[in-house]
């Protein structure tokens, strides 16, 4: 897994390449505004997948792209995975707070996003991955899964602390995988059903296509 990546686009807000006209999709909070750019949602699908990093790294970053070094570097510094539902909602799955949904505006312009597809998913299929997620507000994940994720992965002890109390962020990307394993009934490539999925796999799995997703210029107002 650690010798090559798949090609990569990337929606980042220090790299702005790919300008539409296009209006956004909702209502864009004050922060977004001021920043005069948001990422071109209509090029979404419901049950798309949304892969995260951090423009700038903290140290949480490090450690889960740490958890994810059997990776190629460029699939370990994705360290979140979210499901698209509907104009700027995804789902996804947070420490604490468990499953929830919220506005994919909050990230900009602090995160680079990555959105990936199946290319050959019915539309139906895609709404389902979509409502399948939805069913999973609320869910936490305990303790003891995030224990296991810690210890099932190569690290050094001190890597394996962190894991344990980070643990229910490297497990975000079960939120979409979950819903694709169901509603699809097949795994994945590079995807087993005997060991935690994280956004790595997701990156790195060749089943699923990026998707060239542009930026909108805001009117001055």
Known sequence: MGDFGVLQIAVDPNN????????????????????????????????????????????????????????????????????????????????FKGVRTRSLYGDVPHRIFRIRRRADLQERDRYKIALRALTMLGSRYSLRAAISIGWQTSLGLWDRVFSINFGPVIICSKVFHDAYVEITRSLLEGCSIDQPIKPAHLSATTDLDDVDVGWIELPQE
């Open 16 to 95: 702005r390449t790919t300008i539409v006209d296009e209006r956004p999709v909702s209502t864009v909070p004050p922060h977004v505004r001021s920043f005069g750019f948001v990422p071109n949602l209509r090029q979404c699908l419901p049950g798309d997948l949304i892969l995260f990093r951090n423009t700038t790294p903290n140290v949480l970053d490090r450690v889960i792209s740490r958890a994810q070094r059997e990776f190629h570097s460029d699939d370990a510094q994705w360290t979140h995975a979210a499901v698209y539902l509907y104009d700027d909602k995804i789902v996804e799955a947070v420490p």
